[in-house]
């Protein structure tokens, strides 16, 4: 287990990196989106970004990090401590944010986005600092 847990950590935080940049930018897609007139060549070819973004990176990379780090959590006992408990809290709104973009993403598809370009800007914050607290107590451990 001792050889491993290196390299599980390691695409652990490769998969964590990869869903994070998925999504910060699946908002910015549905602010420009927002633009477009439904069934216009650009909105099509924003609905096809989105799923393919979504589809490609954000949910594999969500599936990797997930399993790589409960994985660790299990090697490592991790369960047991504070900082360990309020990340993983952290990670269940990071999660049910993803929930979110998914629902959106489907809206949009069907040319039923009810949101405006200001929403998905202020939603586009949420990841974000979700991650910085995520990695603040992954590496600082306050608790």
Sequence with gaps: MEL????????????????MAGMLYLPRLFV???AAEPGSVQSETFKVMERRLL????NPAMIATWVLGLWLVWASEAWRAGWFQAKFVLVLLLSAVHGLLTRWVRAFAADRNRNSAKFYRVVNELPTILMIAIVILAIVKPF
């Excluded at 390299?7 to 869903?19: E, G, P, R, S, V």
């Excluded at 589809?55 to 954000?58: F, G, Q, T």
């Design 32 to 34: 420009y989106h927002c």
């Design 55 to 58: 589809r490609a990176i954000i």
């Design 4 to 19: 491993w847990y290196p390299w599980i950590k390691a695409f652990h935080l490769i998969a964590a990196m990869a869903w």
